[in-house]
């Protein structure tokens, strides 16, 4: 919903608010304000200009040089526009304005152009004459203006040389965007929409007051309705206008629907379109004189109908859309659009006008059946109060009056069998405070419905609900337009009554939660496998025929022998997509899923088996041994247990090759295992590259974790470094080695890292080479040589014992 400033102000007179204040008004009173644009954005500098005089250019046969009365004096305007003469009144931007932008369809600069004092050809120009488009406008908004060349001020603008030009086009404006709720059907008006900026802003609203003086006759001997159709249409109501004379629209309705973005067509489509937006209801206007027989039928369609409508398309019905038809055929589709037969041409005489309430779900499905959807539909489809059209009716009665277009025959033919009532609803002060935990009393609440048109029966206590509000309901719905105009920002803080528990996350879900992080960001995307397993698995992973993995748990129904067992090993799953991807010629996966495996207590089951939630890794291509061993590390490190996790060279697992696997442990814990395939698992996949996998008890891991971080200073003593190169046995692993240095560290050892591995012939056969750089540091004090070369040595010594020396 687009409403401008101007036309609401015709409502709200003292609203004088800038357009940023109204926007956080609204927005704060509860109107979803989608944005709003200025339509006089980068027009600056900008009068009416009177050309007194003009002269050829002496150097251009398509310029000519302009002498400019701009009220203040008259300046000179070298142009090509070809449409200009003596005495015309034109927009003129003087040297430092700015206009909006250039020709039609080029789109508009943010910051628009600004114009300066130059030369045409060697001839002096102190500004420039506009057209429409560079006013930020089009030709749809402003008709009059020309195709091309400069937009002319008409004698009935009454402008004069140093006006603000684009305040006399109605420029000086600003159009706010709404997104509508569907219940407040209210609100798709612009004095719905003026209502709620009076009771934002605490000022007057002036509803239009509707008076039509008639000119004689009966409507009752020119037209009959028949609604045969109640449940679609609760109430249609008709008036006559006779002796009309089309013709264009005067300058204020042309520049509200201008304002609008609706283009003037002549004074009779543009009333009805006035009309549609001030109240929201769709009107449709019918040659009477082609009303077979003086009658309106409101009915269903018949299945198999066709209708040709105003846009000239064939149309096919059926039995659940409903028609307007005269005395032998139909002239309209209800609520849509009318039909060709009744058009309305420039040589119509009577007028027959029409303001019905149609079925909005009926529409609704209507547009879509027949595939035709309008901005009257789109109206209906809300649910539209059937009291507003009586109101709008006659408000376009009177403005066919007000503008001199036909004669108003007295009386308005009226099928309105079920009143919409008024609905009444008791005023509970209490019960609103205690909903929205305030304090407010009932002079303020009694003063906030009555900006809103709520009436209040002291005696009774009881407050009647005007039918255009068809979202008060209840006493909650009238609390919420207490809080919206007192102000959600004056209402408390407060706690809720009752009981009530904080939902969140579970521990272990939050832990699930960083390691789908962590591996995610390590390149693993997410996979998903069945429970339900072969047992021929066990095969294919090499599994012993007595292994403890063999024992799981048997279907009662299964679907059939792939699917008859509960998995005990979370491996051939994400083996069998690491399949797939290799086979479709992917160069490289990684894949992870959090899942959980079944261990039977006992078989038969006697009790309900272990269900172990196992985050199992799998990657084939980029990447070896250890590169999964350091995602696994930077597991335990951001879950806090990195700290002695210890990875235990083992043979155990038959399904990872035998010299290229690890058990991960921590201290008597296990947390899980990671190695390479076995070659012979590897083929019985269907693959032939190294595939490496690995797989975390997560139980165990949630256990593990912590997120408690102690914050360290930045250290205040420097550090020392000590770089031993060592000669170990190739048996010997590195891990046995870094135990020795953590114990013989003590307190001072910072760090240390591996930097070096070799084995070539500058070391005996047998022998390898590994250089570790150790840091050393204490918080209380600077290290010396003194502090440091004891645990050196300490540390060497230890080391010898295990046959390992210094590298020479």
């Known amino acids: 919903m687009n409403t401008p400033i101007s036309w609401l102000k015709v409502y709200v007179p003292d609203l004088d608010v800038d357009v940023q204040d109204f926007v956080d008004a609204m927005t704060l009173s509860g109107s979803h304000v989608e944005g709003y644009e200025k339509k006089d954005k980068n027009l600056e500098k900008i009068v009416v200009g009177k050309i007194e005089k003009i002269e050829k250019h002496p150097d251009a046969d398509k310029l000519i040089i302009c002498q400019v009365n701009i009220g203040a004096g008259t300046i000179q305007i070298v142009t090509g526009a070809p449409n200009v003469k003596e005495g015309d009144l034109v927009p003129v931007v003087l040297d430092g304005g700015k206009v909006a932008g250039g020709h039609d369809g080029e789109p508009l600069p943010e910051d628009g152009i600004k114009i300066k004092k130059g030369k045409l050809r060697g001839i002096e120009s102190d500004g420039m004459m506009c057209s429409i488009e560079e006013l930020g406008s089009s030709r749809d908004l402003y008709p009059e203006a020309p195709e091309y060349g400069i937009y002319i001020f008409g004698e009935e603008s009454g402008v004069k040389p140093g006006d603000d030009a684009i305040a006399a086009l109605g420029l000086h404006d600003s159009v706010v965007e709404y997104e509508i709720t569907s219940n407040r059907v209210d609100c798709f008006s612009m004095i719905g929409m003026a209502r709620e900026a009076a009771a934002t802003f605490d000022k007057e609203f002036h509803e239009p007051e509707i008076k039509v003086q008639g000119s004689g006759g009966d409507v009752n001997d020119y037209i009959t309705v028949d609604v045969q159709a109640p449940d679609l249409c609760p109430r249609y109501t008709a008036r006559v206008v006779t002796d009309l004379k089309i013709g264009p629209s005067p300058k204020w309705m042309r520049e509200r629907l201008a304002s609008q973005g609706i283009r ?6 543009d009333i009805t379109n006035y009309v549609m937006e001030e109240y929201g209801q769709p009107m449709h206007a019918y040659d009477l004189d082609t009303i077979a027989g003086k009658k309106i039928v409101v009915k269903r369609a018949n299945d198999g109908d066709t209708f040709v409508t105003l846009d000239g398309q064939e149309r096919k019905m059926d039995k659940d859309v409903l028609m307007i038809c005269d005395g032998e055929k139909e002239i309209g589709i209800a609520g849509i659009m009318g039909g060709e037969n009744s058009m309305v041409t420039d040589d119509i005489k009577t007028l027959l006008f029409e303001a019905a309430c149609f079925d909005g779900t009926n529409i609704r499905l209507t547009t879509k059946r027949i595939g035709l ?16 059209a009586e109101q709008a009716i006659n408000r376009a009665c009177q403005l066919i009056e007000e503008l001199g277009c036909g004669k108003v025959v007295d009386g308005m033919v009226d099928v309105y069998p079920n009143p919409v009532k008024e609905v009444v609803l008791p005023f509970e002060p209490e019960k609103m405070n205690k909903l929205l935990g305030t304090d407010i009393s009932s002079d303020v609440m009694l003063s906030i419905f009555k900006k809103l048109e709520l009436r209040y029966d002291e005696k009774t206590n009881m407050l009647t609900i005007p039918t255009f509000r068809q979202d008060l309901k209840c006493m909650a719905d009238l609390a919420e337009e207490v809080a919206r105009f007192y102000g959600y920002a004056n209402i408390p803080t407060t706690l809720p009554h009752g009981e009530s528990t904080a939902g969140k996350k579970s521990y272990a879900e939050r832990v699930n939660d960083i390691v789908r992080n962590i591996v995610e960001g390590d390149g693993f995307s997410g996979a998903m496998h069945y429970s339900f397993e072969s ?3 066990f095969d294919k992973l090499l599994i012993p025929q007595d292994s403890v993995y063999r024992k799981a748990i048997q279907i009662m129904n299964p679907l059939g022998e792939d699917f008859s067992i509960m998995r005990t090993l979370p491996l051939n799953g994400m083996l069998t997509s690491l399949s797939t991807n290799y086979n479709r010629r992917n160069k490289h996966a990684r894949l992870y899923e959090l899942a959980n495996v079944y261990l039977p207590k006992a078989l038969p089951l006697t009790e309900l088996p272990d269900e172990r939630m196992m985050l199992t890794l799998g990657m084939f291509g980029e990447g070896d041994f250890f590169d999964l061993k350091g995602v696994i590390e930077e597991l335990t490190e951001k879950l806090g247990f990195a700290k002695e996790v210890s990875y235990e060279p083992t043979s155990e697992h038959p399904f990872l090759h035998p010299g290229r696997q690890a058990n991960i442990t921590k201290g008597k814990l296990s947390v899980g295992y990671l190695g390479q395939l076995h070659p012979e698992v590897v083929e019985n996949y ?26 360290e200073g930045i250290a205040k003593f420097p550090s020392v470094t000590r770089d031993l190169a060592l000669v170990v046995d190739k048996s010997v692993f590195v891990g046995e080695i870094e135990k020795v240095i953590k114990k013989c560290g003590g307190k001072m050892l910072e760090s240390y890292k591996l930097f070096d591995v070799y084995e070539g012939a500058q070391v005996a056969p047998g ?21 440091v070369n004891p645990v050196v040595e300490k540390l060497l010594a230890e080391l010898s014992k295990m046959g390992i020396e210094i590298r020479a």
Not at 264 to 269: A, D, E, F
Not at 695 to 709: C, P
């Open 686 to 711: 269907g693959m032939k590259k190294e595939v490496y996998v690995a797989v975390l008890d997560m139980q165990t891991v949630t256990m593990l974790t912590t997120f408690d971080r102690k914050y």
């Open 373 to 388: 959807a309008t901005d009257a539909a789109a109206k209906f489809v809300k649910g539209l109060d059937p009291n507003l």
């Open 535 to 537: 047992p021929k698995v």
């Open 767 to 787: 022998k390898k080479s590994v250089a570790y750089s150790l840091v050393f540091r204490d918080k209380t004090k600077t290290l010396t040589d003194a502090d």
């Open 264 to 269: 003037s067509i002549n004074n009779l489509v």
